[in-house]
């Protein structure tokens, strides 16, 4: 059997940064309002020219510059979006023929904010079955674009960003040893019950038209925390560890009290528990990939560290990896 391993990350974000305050001149809200509820004080806001795609291409070139390889070797790119830059192609063949990798393997997942743990997990079992000895994992947004920016509860909530990581199959059982590098242990789950908790109100076959962004926040709040510290426990389960093994958590940065309340329900002190929320916001399938290349380079996340990537996100969808870095 073959594993996954990493080999670099990279990120990128828009010019244009969005502060809380400036949002109070355009909106009922406050900066108190907003850092009280959320712990988010700024986000960043994709201005003209500036597309899913192009933030995405910027995040991939940094991965493949970190990873120290030529983007033609790359055989599989697979981007998780819920704002792609059209309804087709796969915003993940723009990326192919910027970086100039065309005939690799490139398709796009959409499972809003936990998209890049579906996207991870679908590049690691691809690269088990041999189908290609290097992966590249994005995650990009631009939600800014299906924003409300009339409806306070939601739009202050989110920004825009990318972020990648490249992968490279190890030969080795890597989750028969959580001491190798590599990903040791991924699960997914939906429930698509929950549908109108969190969904945009608008798309092809049913309105024709891009659509909004509707959530139900204290509900959302109620399912992430129980969905979320139970999934954590299926994959410490799966690698035979406990949560006092992990070094790092790098979850989806959607509300600092999700990320606070899950911490706790592991008994995961928040030292451990990587958070840039209050910088990025809430960046959809960006923010795992975003946050966790952060975190690597300010020092932070190190070769063998163990770290557990989870998140949550519309429909309802959740997931959780365990990587050794």
């Known amino acids: 059997m073959t594993g996954a391993r990493l080999l670099g990350s990279g990120s990128a974000l828009p010019k244009r940064v969005v502060t809380n305050a400036e949002l109070a001149e355009k909106i009922d809200t406050s900066d108190e309002w907003i850092v009280e509820r959320t712990g988010i004080r700024q986000r960043y806001i994709a201005g003209d020219g500036e597309t899913t795609s192009s933030l995405a291409i910027e995040a991939a070139r940094a ?34 023929d910027a ?11 959409a499972a809003v904010c ?20 290097r ?54 789950h939906a429930d698509g019950a929950q549908h109108d908790l969190l969904y945009v109100d608008g798309g092809p076959s049913t309105t024709q038209t891009v ?8 509900e959302v709040f109620r399912h992430a925390v129980v969905n979320l510290s139970s999934v954590l426990h299926e994959v410490l389960g799966d690698a035979g560890i406990s949560a006092d093994d992990i070094d790092w958590i790098v979850p989806h940065q959607a509300n600092a009290r999700i990320l606070d309340a899950t911490a706790r329900k592991l008994g995961i002190p928040p030292e451990k528990v990587v958070v840039t929320v209050d910088r990025h ?6 923010s795992v990939p975003l946050a966790f290349d952060t975190a690597r380079r300010d020092g932070r996340i ?6 557990m990537f989870e998140a949550m996100g519309g429909g309802f969808t959740w997931g959780a990896t365990l990587m050794r870095i």
């Open 63 to 96: 991965a493949i510059v970190d990873a120290g390889i030529d983007a033609e070797s790359i055989d599989l790119i697979v981007l998780a979006t819920a704002t792609p830059d059209n309804t087709f192609p796969a915003t993940a063949t723009k990326v192919q």
């Open 99 to 109: 970086l100039g990798c065309n005939g690799c393997t490139a398709f796009d997942v």
């Open 114 to 133: 936990s998209g890049f743990l579906y996207a991870l997990a679908t590049a690691d079992s691809l690269l088990r079955t041999g189908m290609g000895k």
């Open 135 to 188: 992966a590249l994992v994005i995650g990009a947004e631009t939600f800014s674009r299906i924003l409300d920016w009339e409806d306070r509860t939601t739009c202050v909530l989110f920004g825009d960003g990318a972020g990648a990581v490249v992968l490279e199959a190890a030969e080795g059982d890597i989750s028969s040893d959580p001491a190798k590098p590599g990903i040791i242990s991924s699960r997914l």
């Open 211 to 218: 659509g909004h962004l509707r959530m139900k926040g204290r």
């Open 281 to 286: 916001a809430n960046t959809s399938a960006a």
């Open 302 to 307: 190190k070769p063998g560290d163990l770290v």
